[in-house]
């Protein structure tokens, strides 16, 4: 039985950009104009108008007890459709139909009411799923002891941690029998203790007959997970059918390297009115003229951008990811006071660290420690190479991401004859 039809789904979101090229505008003058826009004193003229279209023409079909994987680059659509999906935002053009009760856990605190207790959440949530009381009593156990709040279930979920929001979130979601599951990236907050009761929950509701929809940038739970996967681009639905098939042209499809980004002025540079990247690069040290990057390969990692802050306490953290989701690592700079100009950072990777693979690096620049300036994903990438000495006669493949050279001594303390 079909559960989920969607036909010709499109979403078009209207951007205003303000426009660029007059000199010295600050943010403190952005700020003005957006006041001025509010009270209806602007000037017009100033504001650009962008159609951005977040969803195009998608459409599918998903069946009774399928487990939908769908995976994509930041951007790519995927949150938008669930949205869709999930009933909170109504698509420009074209339809959905679904079959069953459908619930979703799409960010933190989803259908959460933050002065309610996390008792009264629980049996509100329940109700919007259409549920009798008699009936989420019966599961109302189970939550808790999922979710491991049972500590705080009379505090109000407004003073809940983001890890509790979550578990306690996804316990009600799971836990409450709806025909469709939706979660998005759930497996990005909680520890892994979390994360492998949330795969187990997650097979169990699927091996139950009920339909489970994934957004998830870890691959390795998607393959484990699903038996179908849809990939998203740019707002299209580029490939979808069996998981291992779509997960294998995914990765080919984007194991292109981007090794440099540069923008010439702060006008077509990525950014904002605090903040914007002038270059982005993956310099090498070759080890030979073959000019490839392998396990031995040391490399920078090269930012510049353009502070428009006089005197801001700033500093740059670096994601560096797997293709496959997994971070390898975060590497933060010291908070530091610039003024206005251009500041460059560089980030050393020695040779003989990371394994074969392909990386992904994403970029953050923060303010006074806490503040979120601006944020590249997957701004660029590399594919490391195999190298073997030629005394190791073993060329199978090399486990983990990380293939450090370590003091590694053998001794043989005495010999039997």
């Known amino acids: 039985m079909k559960v989920i039809v969607a036909e010709n789904i499109g979403k078009k979101y209207i951007i205003d950009h303000q426009k660029a090229g007059r000199q ?87 259908g959460f009411h933050p002065e309610l207790t996390g008792r009264e959440n629980i049996f509100l949530n329940g109700a919007i799923l259409g549920m009798k009381r008699h009936e989420i009593k019966q599961a109302f156990d189970a939550i808790v002891d999922f979710a491991g709040v049972e500590q705080f279930l009379d505090t109000p979920v407004k003073r809940y941690s983001s890890g509790m929001y979550v578990r306690l979130g996804f316990a009600i979601a799971a836990h409450l029998n709806p025909e469709i599951l939706i979660v998005d990236e759930v497996l990005a907050v909680g520890d892994a203790e979390f994360q492998k009761k949330c795969l187990g929950k997650m097979r169990d509701v699927s091996e139950s007959g009920r339909t489970l929809l994934f957004v998830s940038h870890n691959l390795t739970a998607v393959q484990a997970l699903c038996n179908k996967t849809y990939y998203f681009e740019r707002g299209q639905l580029k490939m979808q059918g069996d998981t291992k098939q779509v997960i294998t042209n995914y990765l080919s499809h984007i194991a292109t390297t981007k090794l440099v980004h540069t923008w010439e002025t702060p006008e077509e540079a990525p950014g904002n ?43 740059l953290s670096v994601h560096l990811n797997a293709y496959t989701g997994e971070c390898i690592f975060n590497v933060g700079t010291q908070s530091q006071t610039f003024s206005k100009g251009l500041v460059m950072a560089e980030l050393e990777v020695p040779g003989n660290f990371l394994n074969d693979g392909t990386y992904v690096v994403s970029v953050m620049l923060v303010k006074d420690t806490s503040t979120v300036l601006y944020q590249m994903p997957e701004a660029l990438s590399f594919e490391v190479e195999d190298y073997r000495e030629s005394n190791l006669t073993w060329y199978g493949k090399w486990p983990g991401y990380v293939r450090p050279h370590l003091n590694f001594q053998i001794s043989q303390s005495e010999v039997l004859v």
């Open 273 to 315: 009115d605090e903040v914007r990247i002038r270059s982005l690069q993956v310099l090498p040290t070759y080890q030979d003229d073959l000019r490839h990057i392998d396990v031995r390969t040391p490399l920078k990692i090269r930012i510049e951008f353009w502070n428009n802050f006089d005197q801001a306490d700033l500093n």
């Open 24 to 110: 010295g505008y600050t943010f403190r003058d952005s700020f003005s104009e957006k006041i001025k826009h509010f009270f209806g004193q602007g000037d017009q003229d100033e504001i650009e108008k962008e159609e951005f279209w977040a969803l195009r023409d998608v459409s599918f079909e998903i069946t009774q007890g399928d487990r939908v994987g769908i995976i994509g680059h930041n951007g790519a659509g995927k949150s938008t459709l669930l949205k869709i999906l999930s009933k909170i935002t109504e698509p420009t053009h074209g339809k959905i139909s679904l079959t069953g009760r459908v619930a979703s856990l799409l960010e933190v605190g989803t």
